[in-house]
């Protein structure tokens, strides 16, 4: 039973994902995340997405069959088909048409299937013919097959077929307005979710959305860290977004900024995993600052999968005070440093011996305590991890671990006022300022 429920409700996350971002725009990553668990984990109910799609179909197909017999809808061949629309009762087919309607509309796993159709149908084939079979030429057919039969008339069946259900189809277009789109788009803006609110607005009409689509635009590409494109996109919306200007700096700050929004979004496996690369450069920066060590002047440089990469250079370390400290406390726990990719460890290690501020010394092993202890749980174990995973692993709660990576910044060269850190909720406030002014 618990099997079950727990691929039902992955099934049911991930055709919400597909409903806002479209099936192409969704990865297996991204539905681990919207769950809560790891990759690992998901693949041990689905082994890819197409089997999730497959199981979404059979769901509806399901739905289809349970909705029939609980509205006694005729079923069958043609034959009996037929027979039992022209035995129903007028009252018995509007029923049988509104109940039609509320399951692509009001239906939740319904109508998140009509809209990932509306989405794909022009992006993949096997979406556009899921939408001909569920949406357009299967119901058209379907009616066509029934006026056929109640009429006796095959040249008129077919115009009938379309004057029935053209003002349904419609509707549906109807149903999804502007004004609940932007609706729609106000609450993706709200949790962060630039992409999804991109995709409802590109669904409008440009005459719809000329006031602010540039600006969603523009806080898509940020959460991306795409400041290319975000710069370019500052120079149309004038709205200047970022806060730390200097492009060698606001790299870390943006990034922090990211694993803020994981963590007020309740992704908290996202936001673990994200903690490691902005520790490391953060201590190698305070490194820099606070003692004078300048990180790759002990360093060579080598290239991973298309990529450089750097290691500790035993040529460069040795003879070094830096070398010594290193080898020095590797030796004390009767281990031997090895010249390996730089890690938190070896930075905390160096700044604990030339720094003599021990605020920033407990920062710094806090947070060497949140990666030993739940990082790599989280990377690599078929976990759920919640806010009080992370407390009982750490002892720290999320926002805590935050606070301690914001004081961080204060170590380093990076100058950061307090009201940086809200310069999301303020891009927020002027997207949705100029969704009112529309």
Known sequence: MEEKSTKERILEEALRLFAKNGYLGTSMNDIARQLGVTKAALYKHYTSKQEILDSIVNRMDSLDYERGKKYEMPQGDSETVIRGYREADTDKIKQITKVQFLHWTEEEFSNCFRKMLMLEQYRDETMAALFQKYLVSGPVSYMETIFKGLTGKEADARQLALDFYGPIFLMYSLYDAADEKEEIIKKHILVYDYQAALDVADSLSAEQTVQYRDLIYQAARRVLLDFANVDKTIQKTKFQCLPVRSSSQRKY??????????????????????????????????????????????????????????????????????????????????????????????????????????????????????????????????????????????????????????????????????????????????????????
């Open 253 to 438: 700050f943006e990034y922090a900024l990211t694993i803020d929004i994981r963590l007020k979004r309740g992704e908290y496996v996202d936001f673990i995993r994200s903690i490691t690369p902005i520790v490391v450069d953060l201590f190698e920066m305070i490194l820099k600052k606070q003692c004078g060590i300048i990180v790759d002047d002990y360093c060579d440089q080598y290239k991973r999968a298309g990529q450089w990469k750097r290691m500790w250079s035993a040529k460069k370390l040795n003879g070094t005070e830096v070398g010594k400290v290193l080898n020095s406390h590797y030796q004390k726990m009767g281990k031997r440093f090895e010249a390996k990719d730089v890690y938190s460890e070896h930075l905390k290690i160096l700044t604990d011996h030339f720094s003599s501020d021990t605020h920033l010394k407990q920062l710094m092993e806090d947070l060497r305590n949140v990666e030993s202890n739940i990082r790599n749980l989280a990377a690599h174990e078929i976990v759920s991890v919640t806010d009080e995973t992370i407390k009982n692993l750490t002892d720290f709660y999320g926002r805590d671990i935050m606070s301690k990576i914001k004081e961080l910044f204060g170590y380093t060269e990076i100058s950061i006022r307090k009201g940086y850190w809200d310069s999301y909720d303020e891009m927020n406030r002027k997207i949705l300022e100029q969704m009112s002014n529309e």
